[in-house]
Nanobody
Protein backbone atom coordinates (compact mmCIF):
# COMPACT_ATOMS: atom_id res chain seq x y z
CA UNK A 1 0.00 0.00 0.00
CA UNK A 2 1.23 3.48 -0.88
CA UNK A 3 -0.24 6.69 0.48
CA UNK A 4 0.34 9.87 -1.48
CA UNK A 5 0.02 13.47 -0.32
CA UNK A 6 0.33 16.39 -2.72
CA UNK A 7 1.38 19.87 -1.69
CA UNK A 8 2.55 23.11 -3.24
CA UNK A 9 -0.60 24.25 -4.95
CA UNK A 10 -1.86 27.80 -4.77
CA UNK A 11 -2.75 30.95 -6.66
CA UNK A 12 -0.30 32.26 -9.23
CA UNK A 13 -0.43 34.80 -12.02
CA UNK A 14 -0.21 33.72 -15.62
CA UNK A 15 3.40 33.29 -16.63
CA UNK A 16 4.42 32.31 -13.13
CA UNK A 17 5.72 29.05 -11.72
CA UNK A 18 4.81 26.51 -9.07
CA UNK A 19 6.38 23.30 -7.90
CA UNK A 20 4.12 20.56 -6.66
CA UNK A 21 5.36 17.80 -4.41
CA UNK A 22 4.01 14.31 -3.92
CA UNK A 23 5.13 12.69 -0.68
CA UNK A 24 4.74 8.93 -0.53
CA UNK A 25 4.60 6.62 2.43
CA UNK A 26 5.71 3.02 2.24
CA UNK A 27 8.90 1.38 1.07
CA UNK A 28 7.72 0.56 -2.43
CA UNK A 29 7.49 4.07 -3.89
CA UNK A 30 10.82 3.62 -5.65
CA UNK A 31 9.43 0.59 -7.53
CA UNK A 32 6.54 2.48 -9.10
CA UNK A 33 5.95 4.78 -12.00
CA UNK A 34 4.64 8.12 -10.78
CA UNK A 35 2.08 10.03 -12.77
CA UNK A 36 0.52 13.46 -12.50
CA UNK A 37 -3.05 14.18 -13.52
CA UNK A 38 -5.31 17.19 -13.30
CA UNK A 39 -9.00 17.94 -13.30
CA UNK A 40 -10.22 21.37 -14.27
CA UNK A 41 -13.64 22.81 -13.45
CA UNK A 42 -16.30 20.85 -15.26
CA UNK A 43 -13.73 18.66 -16.97
CA UNK A 44 -12.69 15.06 -16.79
CA UNK A 45 -9.45 14.09 -15.09
CA UNK A 46 -6.61 14.18 -17.60
CA UNK A 47 -3.05 12.95 -17.81
CA UNK A 48 -0.29 15.50 -17.36
CA UNK A 49 2.82 13.34 -17.38
CA UNK A 50 4.65 10.44 -15.81
CA UNK A 51 8.10 9.23 -14.83
CA UNK A 52 9.41 5.71 -14.51
CA UNK A 53 10.58 4.28 -11.19
CA UNK A 54 14.23 4.80 -12.10
CA UNK A 55 13.53 8.21 -13.65
CA UNK A 56 15.04 7.12 -16.95
CA UNK A 57 11.93 7.97 -18.97
CA UNK A 58 9.26 10.63 -18.84
CA UNK A 59 6.19 11.43 -20.85
CA UNK A 60 4.02 14.52 -21.05
CA UNK A 61 0.76 15.53 -22.57
CA UNK A 62 1.25 17.85 -25.52
CA UNK A 63 -0.17 20.94 -23.86
CA UNK A 64 2.48 21.00 -21.11
CA UNK A 65 5.57 19.94 -23.06
CA UNK A 66 8.38 22.43 -22.61
CA UNK A 67 6.66 24.04 -19.62
CA UNK A 68 6.28 21.24 -17.06
CA UNK A 69 8.96 18.90 -15.73
CA UNK A 70 8.44 15.77 -13.65
CA UNK A 71 11.17 14.49 -11.38
CA UNK A 72 11.54 12.28 -8.33
CA UNK A 73 13.81 11.64 -5.38
CA UNK A 74 13.38 8.04 -4.37
CA UNK A 75 15.60 8.47 -1.34
CA UNK A 76 13.10 11.02 -0.06
CA UNK A 77 10.04 9.11 -1.33
CA UNK A 78 8.95 12.28 -3.10
CA UNK A 79 7.97 13.23 -6.61
CA UNK A 80 7.76 16.67 -8.13
CA UNK A 81 5.96 18.56 -10.84
CA UNK A 82 7.70 21.79 -11.80
CA UNK A 83 5.29 24.04 -13.68
CA UNK A 84 6.58 27.07 -15.54
CA UNK A 85 4.92 29.59 -17.85
CA UNK A 86 1.58 28.81 -16.32
CA UNK A 87 -1.58 29.63 -18.21
CA UNK A 88 -5.15 30.16 -17.07
CA UNK A 89 -6.08 26.84 -18.68
CA UNK A 90 -3.70 25.05 -16.29
CA UNK A 91 -6.12 25.83 -13.47
CA UNK A 92 -7.14 22.50 -11.96
CA UNK A 93 -6.83 20.16 -9.05
CA UNK A 94 -3.58 18.26 -9.54
CA UNK A 95 -3.19 14.66 -8.44
CA UNK A 96 -0.23 12.35 -8.23
CA UNK A 97 -0.64 8.62 -8.67
CA UNK A 98 1.47 5.51 -8.90
CA UNK A 99 1.35 2.58 -11.27
CA UNK A 100 2.62 -0.92 -10.56
CA UNK A 101 3.06 -1.66 -14.25
CA UNK A 102 6.78 -1.89 -14.85
CA UNK A 103 8.02 0.86 -17.14
CA UNK A 104 4.56 2.27 -17.82
CA UNK A 105 4.38 6.02 -18.45
CA UNK A 106 1.11 6.15 -20.30
CA UNK A 107 -2.06 8.14 -19.82
CA UNK A 108 -4.53 5.43 -18.87
CA UNK A 109 -6.04 6.38 -15.51
CA UNK A 110 -6.97 2.78 -14.76
CA UNK A 111 -3.29 1.80 -14.88
CA UNK A 112 -2.64 3.87 -11.78
CA UNK A 113 -3.45 2.21 -8.49
CA UNK A 114 -2.80 4.70 -5.73
CA UNK A 115 -3.89 8.33 -5.76
CA UNK A 116 -3.37 11.38 -3.63
CA UNK A 117 -6.13 13.71 -2.52
CA UNK A 118 -5.13 16.50 -4.89
CA UNK A 119 -3.91 20.07 -4.58
CA UNK A 120 -5.55 23.11 -6.16
CA UNK A 121 -3.66 25.21 -8.67
CA UNK A 122 -5.30 28.44 -9.77
CA UNK A 123 -3.74 30.59 -12.47
CA UNK A 124 -5.09 34.10 -12.79
CA UNK A 125 -4.97 35.82 -16.15
Amino acid sequence: QVQLVESGGGLVQAGGSLRLSCAASGRTFSYYTMGWFRQGPGKEREFVGAITASADKTSYTESVKGRFTISRDNAQNTGYLQMNSLKAEDTAVYYCATSRILGYIGNNLTAYTYWGQGTQVTVSS
